[in-house]
């Protein structure tokens, strides 16, 4: 270990059985954050910070004014750029002595396996269940630990999945716990909102536990499930067994929704082209709406049967959440028609107004 290391990270080798040994861990190890938001930013930078050897960052999409509260690694003028390339920009910048590697992409079935591949632990800072679900079930098939973590309002969750703790058995992994979610009955942060610091709480928890995974410091999260609430500071952990009957032996196709840019939606509308549905709830509606049929998702099966077949249909919500798991469930029915996502919901119709 180099003297400029010795003095960088000198009152981390000082805790008592870490030493210069775990340290050199930590610079031989290798970390995948996946999803650069509210939990991978402080995530990354802590880890960053700890000298962690090879830090991947893993995410397609761009920096939007709404991020800005909880997505601290970026700035105003950074907004439509890509997230992992800006965030292994400044993380290069704060730790030049550590290897930071963007990826670039949206994390699919048909990637995800090779993506990991190179990466002994990872960290889950993803929005949505059908990525967790997937990045879990590579991680399983993979045999790669897994740091997971979730936060809506004021809850948070942290665990660690996927750990070997006996010849030929690994610890709980995120289906043994929750073995299927109905996506569209739990809002995502633009929908129902969260605190920004409970991101930055959640996402150091996180890098929290990678560290220990490395170190051997401590007793990580696993087969335990971490709840904290914001507003009262109570915490508390639940152990966990398996608790499911999922066998993962292979991975879920990703299904891609169409989606349609607001742009592309003003132009069609102008001339006529396409049918609206809004499967927002009522007093969504009420409040604001760019017309259309109106469809509450909770009420599009019994309506479903009523959808207009003469024009190609767009759905919307508050996010792009609920009018996306809308269409998987049309598409699933009613494959003969042509049905779109609006991208990003009214959230990116008020702000390209």
């Keep these: 270990m180099q003297a400029s290391d010795l003095l960088r990270y000198s009152c981390q080798i000082a805790l008592p059985g870490f030493g210069e040994a775990s340290q050199e861990r930590l610079q031989q190890a290798r970390v995948l954050v996946v999803g650069a938001g509210g939990l991978g930013c402080p995530a990354a930078q802590y880890l960053a910070a700890a000298g962690i050897g090879t830090l991947g960052i893993a995410d397609f999409d761009t920096v939007s004014p709404g991020n800005l509260h909880r997505q601290i690694l970026f700035t105003p003028a950074e907004v439509g750029q890509n997230k992992a390339r800006i965030a292994c920009e400044k993380l290069q910048q704060q730790n030049p002595g550590i290897q930071l590697i963007p990826h670039e992409l949206k994390v699919t079935s048909a990637n995800v396996l090779e993506l990991l591949q190179d990466y002994d632990v990872v960290l889950d800072g993803t929005d949505n269940f059908d990525t967790k679900y997937l990045l879990n079930d590579a991680c399983v098939l993979a045999g790669k630990p897994l740091v997971y973590g979730a ?55 996180q890098a929290n536990e990678v560290l220990k995974l490395i170190t051997g410091a401590g007793e990580p999260l696993v087969g335990k499930l971490l709840w904290l609430d914001a507003l009262t500071m109570q915490s508390r952990i639940i152990k966990v067994g398996k608790v499911s009957t999922v066998m993962i032996d292979k991975l879920t196709e990703t299904e891609e929704v169409p989606l349609i840019s607001v742009p592309e939606l003003k132009q069609g509308i102008a ?56 269409v998987k469930r049309i598409k699933k029915a009613l494959p003969e028609l042509e049905v779109y996502s609006l991208e990003g919901g009214m959230k990116a119709w008020k702000e390209q107004q």
């Design 271 to 326: 001339q006529g082209l396409y049918e609206l549905v809004d499967v927002r709830r009522e007093e969504e509606r009420s409040a604001f709406h760019i017309g259309g049929k109106h469809v509450p998702l909770d009420q599009l099966a019994e309506q479903m049967d009523q959808l207009s077949e003469d024009k190609p249909l767009v759905l919307y919500c508050a996010s792009g959440k609920r009018s996306g798991e809308a």
């Design 151 to 205: 936060i809506y309002q004021f809850e948070g969750q942290v665990a660690v999945w996927n750990v070997p703790v006996e010849t030929g058995k690994r610890s709980p992994n995120y289906r043994d716990v929750f073995p299927e979610v109905d996506a569209s009955q739990v809002p995502n942060c633009a929908e129902g909102g969260v605190i920004p610091t409970l991101a930055g709480m959640i996402g150091c928890m």
